[in-house]
């Protein structure tokens, strides 16, 4: 599935990345665990489900969602339903899991602009 191919991708960047500024760890910890966390809710509902994201009142092409092999529409069948697709826009829905996965990414992006901003100048 593309979902788990793209945070599994995310994730080992982040890991990479994480094990290259060891000495300064205090600096991705808490993305990387915020990040981890979205990452492993994702999962969680996915694999509750038969291995497809329920998405709750969606109101874009119905052809789109039928089509799509990582979505489903959600129903009240459906396992875990407030980790699935159910907050936002009508033709943007997004999860727990995909607001923390953002969160964990701009937090690191953020930490990691203040770690260079902190780097000795070369003259």
């Known amino acids: 599935m593309v979902i788990r191919a793209f945070i599994v991708v995310i994730v080992l960047s982040v890991m990479f990345y994480h094990t290259v500024i060891v000495q300064h760890i205090h600096y991705v910890t808490i993305p990387l665990a915020i990040l981890a966390i979205g990452a492993a809710m994702n ?21 789109k969602l039928e089509q799509s092999t990582e979505h489903v529409q959600g ?10 697709d159910k907050y936002g826009w009508p033709k943007a829905r997004f999860s727990l899991g995909d607001f ?18 902190k780097l000795p100048q070369v003259k």
Request: proline share 4%.
């Open 43 to 63: 999962i969680t509902v996915v694999q509750a489900n038969g291995g497809r994201m329920p998405v709750y009142g969606w109101r874009g092409d119905p052809a």
């Open 75 to 84: 129903t009240s069948e459906s396992k875990l339903q407030w980790l699935s």
């Open 100 to 117: 923390f996965i953002y969160t964990g990414l701009a937090m690191f992006w953020f930490m990691r602009g203040l770690y260079l901003l």
